[in-house]
C-alpha cells in the first residue's frame, strides 16, 4: 500500500515538472473579437496599441483615436503552440477615427476638417482673405453674413479635407465651370477682363498654365466662377487723398483769335483728405459714404480767354439716325471688352495704367462726377441733343457736376473702382437715355 501512494506521487511529480517544462504562462490578445497573438504582459500589447495610434496620427498629421476592442486573457499554452503579437498586426487590426467638424449651409455639407479649431481657422482665413486693413483703411467688424452650421462627427481620417482645400471649397463656391475656345488676339488678360475674372483665376483653374505660357486660338481653357457660398461683410472707416478740379473761368477776349482759346492763368488742382464710412460684400465696396473733408491744398481757377464767335457745341445727335458727329476717343488704348455680348456690356472697355489721364470725348457740361456703386468713381457728361457719354472705374475725378468740358480736356485719371477686375476705363455713350455701341460714333 505505502509503495503504490509513492508511485502515484512520484507520477504526479513527473507529470507536473512535463508539464511546467513545456508550456509558458502567457497572456493572449484579442481585437474586436479576432485572437492576434500572445504576449508576455499586458503592457507590451498596449504598448503596441498606442504606437498603432502613433503611426496613423503621423501618417494623417493629426492626432487620432481607436475604438477598437482589444481584450486580454491570462492561460498557459505550449510553448511549441505560442503565436508571437506582432506590431504589424496590431496596426493593421486597429481602426483609426478622429472626433471631426464638418461645415454645413442648409441641408449641404462643404467639407471635413479634423478639428473645431482648423474649422475655425479656415473661416477665419476666409474672411480675410476679403478684408484686408491698411495704413489708411481701419475695419470696425468683418463677420460672415449667412448661417452655417458646425457640425461635430466621427470622421476616418481619409473623409478629412486639408485646412487649404477647404478653404478652396469655401472660395469656390457654387461657381460654374465653362469653357472658354481662345480667338484670335486673345491673350490671357483680355480673357479674364471679358469674363470678369482675373488672370490668376484662369491659372488656378488650369493645370500647367502660367502667366507666360503662349495660347493659341482654338485652344480650350476652363473658366471656373467664383461664386463664394458665404458673404464676409465688412464695415470701417478709410482715408483718401483726393484731388480736388479747379474751375474752368472763360472770359471773352476780343484780343483772341476768332475761334480759339488761350489759358491766361494755368489751373492747378487740388488736394484733399477724405475719410469715408465703408461696407463692403467680400471685398467689394457697396456703400460709401463722405464723413469729413479736409482740405490740404485749395485749387487755382485755369483762366481762359476765348476769341469771339466761338464755334458753338461740336457734339450733335440727330434722333431719327442716332448720328453722333464730333465724339473722340477718352484714352487710347488696346480694347479688353466690347459693346454687348453675352454679359449686356453697357459700353467698350479701354485697357489704360491707373492714374492714365484720359479726357472728354466732346465739348460739353459734367452731369454727374463721383461714386455710384458699380462704375466706382465716374463722371457724366451731357453733350446737348440728348447725348451723354459715361467714364467709370476711375481713380480720381478732375472735373465736378456742372463744370463746362471741352473735347480732348483731361477730366480724369484711369483706375480700378467699383466692379472693376483691373485698371481699365469704361467708356460709354447713352443716346437719349440708351447705351449704344460706341464704335459706331468714334
Ligand atoms: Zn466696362
Redesign the pocket.
Known amino acids: 500500500m505505502p509503495l503504490i501512494v509513492t508511485a502515484v506521487a512520484f507520477f504526479i511529480l513527473c507529470y507536473t515538472a512535463v508539464y511546467y517544462g513545456t508550456t509558458e504562462q502567457t497572456v493572449r490578445v484579442s481585437i474586436n473579437g479576432q485572437v492576434m497573438g500572445v504576449v508576455a504582459e499586458q503592457t507590451e500589447a498596449e504598448a503596441m496599441v498606442r504606437v498603432a495610434l502613433r503611426h496613423y496620427s503621423a501618417e494623417y498629421g493629426f492626432p487620432v483615436l481607436s475604438k477598437d476592442e482589444v481584450s486580454y486573457e491570462s492561460l498557459r499554452i505550449r510553448i511549441e503552440d505560442r503565436t508571437p503579437l506582432t506590431q504589424e498586426n496590431v496596426t493593421a487590426a486597429i481602426t483609426p477615427y478622429v472626433n471631426g467638424y464638418a461645415l454645413a449651409i442648409g441641408e449641404q455639407v462643404l467639407f471635413k476638417v479634423a478639428s473645431e479649431e482648423i474649422l475655425d481657422d479656415v473661416l477665419q482665413t476666409y474672411v480675410d482673405h476679403y478684408v484686408q486693413p491698411g495704413a489708411s483703411k481701419v475695419v470696425e467688424s468683418a463677420e460672415i453674413q449667412d448661417s452655417f452650421a458646425k457640425l461635430a462627427m466621427e470622421l476616418h481620417p481619409q473623409e478629412v479635407a486639408p485646412k487649404d482645400e477647404a478653404l478652396n471649397r469655401l472660395l469656390l463656391g457654387g461657381g460654374e465651370v465653362s469653357r472658354h475656345t481662345v480667338q484670335a488676339g486673345e491673350s490671357l488678360w483680355i480673357i479674364a477682363r471679358k469674363n470678369d475674372m482675373t488672370v490668376e483665376d484662369i491659372l488656378k483653374s488650369n493645370d500647367g498654365l502660367t502667366e507666360d505660357s503662349m495660347i493659341h486660338p482654338g485652344q480650350e481653357l476652363y473658366l471656373n466662377e467664383e461664386r463664394p457660398f458665404l458673404t464676409v461683410v465688412a464695415t470701417g472707416v478709410s482715408v483718401q487723398e483726393e484731388v480736388i478740379p479747379y474751375t474752368v473761368v472763360t472770359k471773352e477776349d476780343n484780343t483772341v483769335t476768332p475761334g480759339s482759346s488761350v489759358i491766361r492763368q494755368a489751373g492747378v488742382t487740388g488736394v484733399k483728405n477724405v475719410t469715408y464710412s465703408f461696407v463692403e460684400k467680400n471685398g467689394r465696396t457697396v456703400e460709401k459714404e463722405v464723413i469729413e473733408e479736409n482740405i490740404v491744398s485749395e485749387p487755382v481757377d485755369q483762366i481762359v480767354a476765348r476769341g469771339p464767335a466761338a464755334i458753338a457745341v461740336s457734339v450733335a445727335a440727330s434722333r431719327g439716325s442716332g448720328n453722333v458727329t464730333g465724339i473722340g476717343w477718352p484714352l487710347s488704348g488696346n480694347i479688353t471688352?466690347y459693346f454687348g455680348g453675352g454679359r449686356r456690356?453697357?459700353?467698350?472697355?479701354i485697357d489704360g495704367v491707373t492714374g492714365q489721364p484720359f479726357y472728354a470725348a466732346g465739348t460739353g457740361t459734367v452731369s454727374s462726377a463721383g461714386w455710384m456703386g458699380s462704375y466706382g468713381y465716374c463722371i457724366l457728361v451731357d453733350h446737348g441733343d440728348g447725348v451723354t457719354t459715361r467714364y467709370?472705374?476711375a481713380s480720381q475725378l478732375l472735373v465736378k457736376a456742372g463744370d463746362k468740358v471741352t473735347k480732348g480736356q483731361n477730366i480724369g485719371l484711369v483706375g480700378s473702382t467699383g466692379r472693376s477686375t483691373g485698371s481699365?476705363l469704361?467708356f460709354e455713350i447713352i443716346i437719349n437715355g440708351n447705351a449704344v455701341n460706341p464704335l459706331n460714333y468714334l
Open positions: 471688352s456690356h453697357t459700353g467698350i472697355d467709370a472705374h481699365h469704361h
